[in-house]
C-alpha cells in the first residue's frame, strides 16, 4: 500500500504512516483522495490476519473491553467469573463505537 502524499510504499498499515509521517488521521487522508471512509488503511493480508487475532482472543478481548483495560490480567493471577451475555453485549457495541471512531463508520 503507498503514500499517496509522498509517495513512500509498501506500507502494511498505511494510517500508522500517515498519522506519524504526516500529522493526519486516516479519516483525513481518505477525504483528501476521495477514497471510501469505510475501507481501512491495511493491506487486505493484514486485515485478514487482525481479524483471525481477534477470533481466536475474542473472549478475551471482549472480557478486557468490558473492564476498559487492554491489559486487565497479569500472567499468573486467576480470572474472574465468566463474562455475562450482558458485558458481551456491551463490549460489541463499545468495538462498534471504538471502530465508527477509527474508521468513520456509521
Ligand atoms: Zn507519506
Known amino acids: 500500500m503507498d503514500c499517496q502524499i509522498c509517495g513512500a510504499g509498501g506500507f502494511k498499515h498505511l494510517g500508522s504512516h500517515v498519522a506519524k509521517a504526516h500529522k493526519m488521521t486516516a479519516r483525513e487522508y481518505k ?3 476521495g477514497l471510501p471512509l469505510k475501507r481501512g488503511l491495511v493491506t487486505p493480508e493484514l486485515k485478514q490476519k487482525l481479524q483471525e487475532a481477534f477470533e481466536d482472543n475474542k473472549d478475551v478481548a471482549l ?13 499468573g493471577e486467576p480470572k474472574r467469573g465468566e463474562t455475562s451475555p450482558v458485558a458481551v453485549e456491551e463490549a460489541t457495541e463499545r ?12
Open 31 to 33: 477525504q483528501m483522495f
Open 63 to 75: 472480557a478486557n473491553l468490558t473492564h476498559g483495560d487492554k491489559y486487565q490480567f497479569k500472567k
Open 95 to 106: 468495538i462498534k463505537e471504538v471502530n465508527a471512531k477509527r474508521w468513520g463508520t456509521r
